[in-house]
């Protein structure tokens, strides 16, 4: 058994903090201890960041364990192996020499190893008469098994943030939905309130939100949203409950006068006649050439929150991006407009940019009115804008159309 003393490096390498740490936890293993060695290899990978290594570093690390041939890290075994650097290099994947130096440093300064050095600075084993190890010099991976308790723990606090921000990405996605639509049916209905302040303030919640927020930013704006919710809520429900009562009233009432309805309330009316009722119905057409609807999303990831059916052809974004332009305060004229010169799919093309950055446009109708008018005067094409949100917004290494 080799016995756990302090040890000074070989050579240059000045005797550190961090390795007179390591030794005193290879000396505090109990007597009984034992683990399998790559259960803490998962957890020591998983608790990364909290420990101060590297992925590279880890890579290291595994190799290293790769070298010990047993399953599992036991007390009272020698736990010190001993490859050249050539050896750990391959099964490193190849590591150039200065680059794995660095990083067994780094496993040594993270305490998950102890540098056990010979008087000449190699790694070897010395055996006895029988062939078995009596002293080796190399590595000790006796710290792995002595923090075993401490890595499980890290792992699992890393798990539960993990957990935690995931859930909290989840309740701001539906808060964020929750209140656009019901500001677009608050607006639309003509729901008593100030619809275009609580825009105003859902916008000014969003907006202090970084491209990645930490946790304690996502959290004060999910309060903020909270309670923006709520007072929308409240809102709605008052007027359902009074547009019923007053539904219910009427329909007494017609009851009474009149229980056979004339025949021509059912009749089918003119367009001219049904006035402002009359629904706009939207006429599709084929994908514009050059634009694949599934490139346009990959550039306008957010357009999808506005669906709840999904967007499955060029049909259903038109329809998505014609409901969006009124949460984002476009006029109709606006959006007549931009239709008239544009057409339908460069439109919705332009409504779901501007909504991905939404963020950064104060006035979502008057950028409309201005592109709408660069493209009259034959200034602005929807590739470059839709490119360059493209860029933006697409997942790494699939920015490909």
């Given at each position: 058994m080799i016995e756990h003393m302090t040890t000074t490096p070989f050579g240059r390498r000045q005797l550190s903090a961090a390795?007179?740490?390591?030794?005193?936890?290879?000396?505090?293993?109990?007597?009984?201890?034992?683990?399998?060695?790559?259960?803490?290899?998962?957890?020591?990978?998983?608790?990364?960041?909290?420990?101060?290594?590297?992925?590279?570093?880890?890579?290291?690390?595994?190799?290293?364990?790769?070298?010990?041939?047993?399953?599992?890290?036991?007390?009272?075994?020698?736990?010190?192996?001993f490859p050249s650097n050539a050896q750990l290099a391959l099964r490193a994947h190849g590591m150039a020499p200065a680059t794995l130096r660095r990083h067994l440093a780094v496993l040594v300064d993270c305490g998950l190893v102890v540098r056990r050095d010979s008087p000449n600075g190699k790694r070897y084993a010395r055996r006895g008469q029988g062939g078995e190890i009596e002293q080796a010099f190399g590595f000790d991976l006796t710290p792995l098994l002595a923090r075993a308790a401490e890595f499980e723990r890290l792992a699992e606090e890393v798990q539960a943030e993990r957990l935690a921000l995931r859930l909290l990405r989840e309740r701001l996605t539906l808060l964020r939905r929750d209140i656009v639509k019901m500001i677009a049916f608050g607006a639309e209905e003509g729901v008593c309130g100030d619809w275009h302040a609580f825009q105003?303030?859902?916008?000014?919640?969003?907006?202090?939100?970084p491209r990645t927020p930490d946790p304690v930013m996502m959290a004060e704006a999910e309060a903020g949203l909270l309670r923006?919710?709520?007072?929308?809520?409240?809102?709605?429900?008052?007027?359902?409950?009074?547009?019923?009562?007053?539904?219910?009233?009427?329909?007494?009432?017609?009851?009474?006068?009149?229980?056979?309805?004339?025949?021509?309330?059912?009749?089918?009316?003119?367009?001219?006649?049904?006035?402002?009722?009359?629904?706009?119905?939207?006429?599709?057409?084929?994908?514009?050439?050059?634009?694949p609807l599934g490139l346009v999303l990959r550039a306008c990831p957010d357009i999808a929150e506005y669906a709840p059916d999904g967007i499955r052809d060029w049909r259903d974004f038109v329809a998505t991006t014609a409901q969006v332009r009124g949460y984002l305060g476009v006029s109709p004229s606006a959006y007549?407009?931009?239709?008239?010169?544009?057409?339908?799919?460069?439109?919705?093309?332009?409504?779901?940019?501007?909504?991905?950055?939404?963020?950064?446009?104060?006035?979502?109708?008057?950028?409309?009115?201005?592109?709408?008018?660069?493209?009259?005067?034959?200034?602005?094409?929807?590739?470059?804008?839709?490119?360059?949100?493209?860029?933006?917004?697409?997942?790494?290494?699939?920015?490909?159309?």
């Open positions: 390795m007179i740490a390591g030794q005193k936890a290879a000396r505090s293993v109990a007597a009984d201890a034992s683990a399998d060695k790559w259960h803490i290899f998962r957890a020591v990978c998983e608790a990364r960041d909290r420990i101060g290594a590297s992925d590279r570093s880890l890579a290291v690390l595994g190799a290293l364990l790769s070298f010990h041939p047993q399953g599992e890290l036991a007390a009272g075994e020698k736990l010190v192996v105003a303030e859902y916008r000014a919640i969003i907006g202090q939100l923006l919710a709520a007072l929308l809520r409240k809102l709605l429900e008052t007027h359902a409950d009074s547009t019923d009562s007053s539904a219910n009233e009427s329909q007494n009432e017609r009851h009474i006068q009149n229980s056979k309805p004339d025949s021509h309330e059912f009749e089918p009316r003119s367009e001219k006649e049904q006035g402002a009722r009359a629904a706009p119905k939207l006429e599709t057409k084929s994908a514009p050439p050059g634009y007549a407009d931009a239709l008239d010169v544009l057409g339908q799919e460069d439109t919705a093309i332009v409504i779901a940019c501007i909504l991905q950055r939404m963020q950064e446009i104060q006035s979502a109708g008057g950028y409309l009115r201005a592109l709408t008018e660069k493209a009259r005067a034959g200034a602005f094409s929807v590739g470059p804008m839709l490119m360059a949100a493209l860029k933006t917004n697409a997942p790494a290494g699939r920015k490909a159309g």
